[in-house]
T-cell receptor
Framework: DTGVSQDPRHKITKRGQNVTFRCDPI?????LYWYRQTLGQGPEFLTY????????KSRLLSDRFSAERPKGSFSTLEIQRTEQGDSAMYLC??????????????FGSGTRLTVV | QKEVEQDPGPLSVPEGAIVSLNCTYS??????FMWYRQYSRKGPELLMY????GNKEDGRFTAQVDKSSKYISLFIRDSQPSDSATYLC????????????FGEGTQLTVNP
């Protein structure tokens, strides 16, 4: 297992289109997180899963955003009716439960979304 | 007001210099403090972790937390060109793996 994998690395879409990103966490990690990072800013929390259960959602996650982790393994993040303000890097991270201090998160390299 | 404030820089230093990076925060519930390093077009990677107040040293890196002042620092000794990256502070109220709150990052360049 080589770490957290995100696909695609880059996505350019027209305003109003729907996009879906995939994240494959480290296999033994049962927690999975999505963050959004805009240029010159730190990552902002969007949502997190423990196994297949979505346990917390940020107010940043508008109705146009939905995340799933159907079998407690990979996760998808969908953005419907994209807007130019959705242009950002979408980062996925995973961790074993209860290990924030010892291991922190392992982040993927992100999916860079550009809405034109 | 943001919960975590970090001087965005950019910061440029000569090789071998001591670098000091700092964050302040307003949420007194934060107990877990981390520093992440992010290279261009990569995700952040964990550098240092500290629980509550105190110091922690790992090689050339030292993390300090002063909860009474709501202030954390990362020191890099004998800085190297390979240390050139964006450094992000991050904090959490829980060890149970919920959300991290990040600073905006400080861009560091170490010149050979």
């Amino acid at each position: 297992d080589t770490g957290v994998s995100q696909d695609p690395r880059h996505k350019i879409t027209k305003r109003g289109q729907n996009v879906t990103f995939r994240c494959d966490p480290i296999s033994e990690h049962n927690r999975l997180y999505w963050y959004r990072q805009t240029l010159g800013q730190g990552p902002e929390f969007l949502t997190y899963f423990q196994n297949e259960a979505q346990l917390e959602k940020s107010r940043l996650l508008s109705d146009r955003f939905s995340a799933e982790r159907p079998k407690g393994s990979f996760s998808t993040l969908e953005i419907q009716r994209t807007e130019q303000g959705d242009s950002a890097m979408y980062l996925c991270a995973s961790s074993p439960a209860g290990s924030l201090g010892r291991y922190g998160y392992t982040f993927g390299s992100g999916t860079r979304l550009t809405v034109v | 007001q943001k919960e975590v404030e970090q001087d965005p820089g950019p910061l440029s230093v000569p090789e071998g210099a001591i670098v000091s990076l700092n964050c302040t925060y307003s949420n007194s519930a934060f107990q877990y403090f981390m520093w992440y390093r992010q290279y261009s077009r990569k995700g952040p990677e964990l550098l240092m972790y500290t629980y509550s107040s105190g110091n922690k040293e790992d090689g050339r890196f030292t993390a300090q937390v002063d909860k009474s002042s709501k202030y954390i620092s990362l020191f890099i000794r004998d800085s190297q060109p390979s240390d050139s990256a964006t450094y992000l502070c991050a904090m959490s109220a829980s060890s149970g793996g919920s959300r991290l709150t990040f600073g905006e990052g400080t861009q560091l360049t170490v010149n050979p």
